[in-house]
């Protein structure tokens, strides 16, 4: 389960990136909300990269858990499609991109649900 660890180290340095991008680069060329929109893709991708890190590690620890790699699988894709279709939004405008926002968090849900249970159930 390395796999996760080296995505969720990924997921974090881009999250910092674009936090800096978003601070420094962003803050006087769009507007105020959708700069909240931006910042807020930012706090979920940084939070999730810790989750994926996070996925990586109990794998040592419960290696019987075999959900783990669905649940990771299932915080990436939140990460790509939450804090993604927010990115879009902001920079580009796209109002299509707002129904993706919600699915993302969907996957982010119940990718903590099946890691979750996936644990209690190798205990």
Excluded at 17 to 35: E, S
Excluded at 100 to 107: E, K, Q, R
């Amino acid at each position: 389960m390395k796999h996760f660890i080296v995505i969720g180290v990924f997921a974090m340095a881009l999250g910092v990136v674009l936090g800096a991008f978003g601070a420094h680069g962003l803050k006087d060329k769009i507007a105020p909300n959708l700069l909240s929109a931006f910042n807020t893709g930012v706090e979920y991708q940084l939070y999730h990269g810790l989750g994926l890190i996070l996925v990586g590690l109990m794998a040592y620890q419960f290696p019987q858990a075999k959900g783990l790699v669905v649940g990771g699988w299932l915080l990436l894709a939140g990460v790509v499609m939450f804090s993604g279709s927010l990115y879009g939004l902001a920079l580009t405008g796209a109002r299509w991109l707002g129904p993706v926002t919600p699915l993302g968090g969907l996957a982010f849900i119940v990718g903590w649900g099946w890691i979750g249970w996936s644990v209690l159930r190798a205990s």
